[in-house]
């Protein structure tokens, strides 16, 4: 029998971090779940032994904690298989309605947060794992593709997050042995959609027919079509399986849908616009 994996998930207190801590644990897997507040894991650590499950404290946007949690799991299980690098969080609101301050939180978590875990995992996979490798499996969002209106700011940490992710995977080794993906999740019953409540909004934007508002009416639409988070996850493990995963792994069909329509419009401005990329050399 193959030794158990160790898992560093982080964001584990709720939605797909905490279905994740349950799913690796019921595999006979090792968790590291971290969350801001780690008492929401309670009921979890009453149920696994510590050599099954560590769960500590972890506010993405502080450096140094992240920086410990890769300490403690040296210290304690000597290796690291599969990081979930997996908290964050969205607002509502137009561009235009969202205080700065709001927004620069939201890049402080789900992109400078998200970075500096991959970072640290990158690092622990390569100088500390007997031989070199790992996991690193980002949850990102069909909104790092696709943006949506009255999720902008949201949008815009997960197509940057998108961004860092591909640069960092093309610059690895591979003999490192370090594999990289990015999940794109669509909409799943998660608390997400509850957290978000009404958000921002600005006087210029109150027409029921705006797109924000029609976005805003569908997060709190009751019979909205969600996927379920805990097949959703499934996938996930599937996936950190896999001898050579996807960069990419749109989960969800309305991901697949979103995907899709921006890889069209993309190529069709490309194609309607082919021409004037014509004749721009330096003349002889």
């Keep these: 029998m193959s030794n158990p994996r160790v898992w560093l998930v982080t964001g584990a207190s709720s939605g797909f971090g905490r279905l994740m801590s349950e799913l690796v644990l019921s595999k006979g897997d090792i968790a590291v779940a971290t969350a801001r507040k780690p008492e929401t894991l309670d009921d979890l650590k009453i149920k696994y032994s510590p050599s099954k499950l560590l769960v500590l404290k972890l506010d993405v946007t502080h450096a140094q904690e992240i920086k410990d949690v890769f300490t403690k799991i040296k210290e304690t299980f000597g290796r690291l298989d599969v990081v979930f690098n997996n908290a ?28 500096n875990v991959s970072l640290e995992a990158v690092t622990f996979f390569r100088e500390e794992n007997k031989p070199a490798g790992g996991r690193l ?137 082919e021409s004037w990329s014509e004749g721009l050399d330096f003349d002889a």
């Design 88 to 115: 964050g969080y969205s607002t509502l609101g137009e561009v235009e309605a969202t205080p700065e301050d709001v927004a620069r939180g939201l890049f402080d978590t789900n992109f400078w947060g998200a970075t």
């Design 137 to 273: 499996i980002i949850n990102s969002s069909e909104m790092g593709v696709h943006s949506v209106a009255a999720c902008g700011f949201y949008s815009a940490t997960k197509h940057a997050l998108e961004g860092i992710s591909s640069a960092l995977a093309q610059e690895l080794n591979p003999e490192w042995n370090i594999k990289v993906t990015l999940v794109e999740p669509g909409t799943f019953r998660t608390e997400v959609l509850v957290k978000l409540g009404d958000g921002y909004s600005h006087p210029a934007y109150t027409k029921p027919t705006l797109l924000s508002n029609i976005i805003r009416a569908i997060t709190h639409d009751k019979n909205l079509k969600q996927g379920d988070a805990s097949k959703g996850v499934e996938k996930i493990y599937t996936l950190s399986l896999l001898p050579e995963p996807p960069f990419r792994l749109p989960l969800g069909k309305d991901a697949l849908e979103m995907v899709r329509e921006e890889a069209n419009s993309i190529l069709e401005d490309v194609s309607k616009y």
